[in-house]
């Protein structure tokens, strides 16, 4: 920082050798706030001072709002077109860094969507002027802030004055009225001061103007972040919109990068073809596809298709009577299984007889019993009692055949046997054939 102010003073030295001049001097030469310029109502002491902080500069000619990035340090000098208020305010909402100083120029609706009041005071009241000079009234520090760090007095040269300042922090001021407040809108930072003739090479050569203008810089590039400084001065055209995502000086790497891709295709999605394009293009997939196909397509016959691989075998099922009684002869089925098929049995047995459909499950026990002993007798009845609730206990065929419900149900041979007898005597008294086969 000593060696980019030390910069800065030589400059400035060179710049007050080659035309000394005291302020007061009308603004309007042509050279005013000109970049290049080592006169004294030129910036070149001020662009040096940048370079000298590693700050790359540009003045600009047009002003492209949307081509302001994150990098950039925009510092609107004097204006004479109309900065559009909401096209500001949108900027620095959405991460911009912005500096307008202007007096008499046309930033005061600018200013005023930032909320601030621009007064055009013939002389502001100050405690102090420099050498008496009524039109050169000093600036002191009203708060504690890191652009006041180190300046003590800033000297202005026909000010204008900041009044009814909203949402942001006067900076400097004299006794009534601000020359500079600085702010933060969204994830964005402004600085709006009320005298751009502080930034002069004339003014430059006062240690506070010097150091403010060192404070600001490093104020607004944001962990070194914002390293390009563009500055706009006097009748420069202003076109387009602000990006809507600028920058969050909070997010991380990735935050950055990711929002850094969401704008490159944004602006991918803005480019157009020509009609010529379009048809050349159309072309170039149509040879593509041509060609995708020519390779795709078999040179030679091949075997000859007859469908055979599209037929389909039904599996045989496992809870098939037959399959049941077959596995249990090889020992890989249980009793259950089979206690299972002749519930079944039984259950085609009544049905026959009392013209109900699965009648163990659908017709209350007693009420079933009744109809059965109206149909076949009371030894009918009877027999149909004695196995009315084993056989409803039973599970389905399918869940006593299933391998995950091989553990969970488990019949004795001892009840299997019984129940085999219950279920043939009741089959014969019911006048129906008992026989357990493939074919039943």
């Known amino acids: 920082m000593r060696r980019a102010l030390a910069i800065g003073a030589i400059l400035v030295g060179l710049g007050g050798s080659a035309a000394r001049a005291e302020p007061g001097v009308g603004a309007a030469d042509a050279g005013d706030y000109d970049p290049h310029s ?11 001072l940048a370079e000298g902080m590693g700050f790359e500069v540009t003045p600009l000619q047009t002003l492209e709002w949307s081509e302001v990035s994150a990098d950039d340090i925009l510092i609107l000098i004097y204006p004479l077109q109309r900065v559009d208020p909401a096209r500001l305010g949108a900027f620095v909402t959405a991460g911009g ?15 005023a969507a930032l909320g601030l009041l621009r007064a055009e005071v013939v002389a502001p009241r100050a405690t102090r002027f420099e050498g008496g000079r009524i039109w050169a009234p000093i600036a002191t520090a009203k708060a504690e802030h890191p652009l006041a760090a180190e300046v003590g007095e800033l000297v202005t040269n026909h000010p204008a004055a900041l009044t009814r300042v909203q949402g942001a922090t006067v900076v400097l001021g004299f006794e009534e009225g601000a020359v500079v407040v600085a702010g933060e809108r969204g994830t964005g930072r402004f600085v709006a001061i009320s005298d751009p003739s502080i930034f002069i090479n004339r003014m430059q050569q006062f240690h506070g103007d010097l150091q403010f203008s060192a404070n600001l810089l490093r104020w607004l590039d ?17 076109f387009g919109d602000p990006r809507p995502y600028i920058d969050d000086a909070r997010a991380g790497e990735v935050g950055r990068s990711v929002a850094d891709l969401n704008f490159w295709l944004s602006e991918r999605r803005e480019w157009l073809l020509t009609a010529n394009a379009m048809r050349g293009l159309a072309v170039v997939l149509a040879l593509a596809l041509l060609s995708l196909a020519f390779f795709a397509l078999p040179v030679r016959r091949g075997p000859k298709i007859d469908g055979g ?12 009577p037959h399959t049941l009684v077959m596995a249990h002869d090889d020992n890989l089925g249980s009793n259950l299984v089979l206690a299972c098929v002749l519930r079944d049995v039984a259950q085609h047995a009544i049905a026959d007889v009392t013209g109900k459909s699965e009648p163990l499950y659908t017709v209350p026990e007693a009420e079933l019993v009744a109809l059965v002993v109206k149909a076949k007798g009371a030894v009918a009845g009877t027999a149909l009692a004695r196995v009315y609730r084993r056989l409803r206990n039973l599970p389905s065929r399918g869940q006593a055949a299933a391998p995950w419900s091989a553990g969970a149900g488990h019949l004795p041979r001892r009840e299997f046997d019984a129940l085999y007898k219950d279920v043939g005597d009741l089959c014969r008294t019911l006048g129906a054939s008992f026989e357990v086969s493939s074919g039943t």
């Open 38 to 48: 080592t006169a004294w109502n030129g910036m070149a002491s001020f662009v040096g």
């Open 97 to 111: 860094n912005v500096v307008i100083a202007d007096d008499f120029g046309e930033g005061r609706e600018a200013m």
């Open 222 to 238: 944001r962990g070194r972040r914002a390293r390009h400084v563009k500055i706009l001065r006097g009748d420069v055209p202003m």
């Open 309 to 320: 691989w599209l037929k389909f075998n039904r599996p045989v099922r496992r809870d098939e």
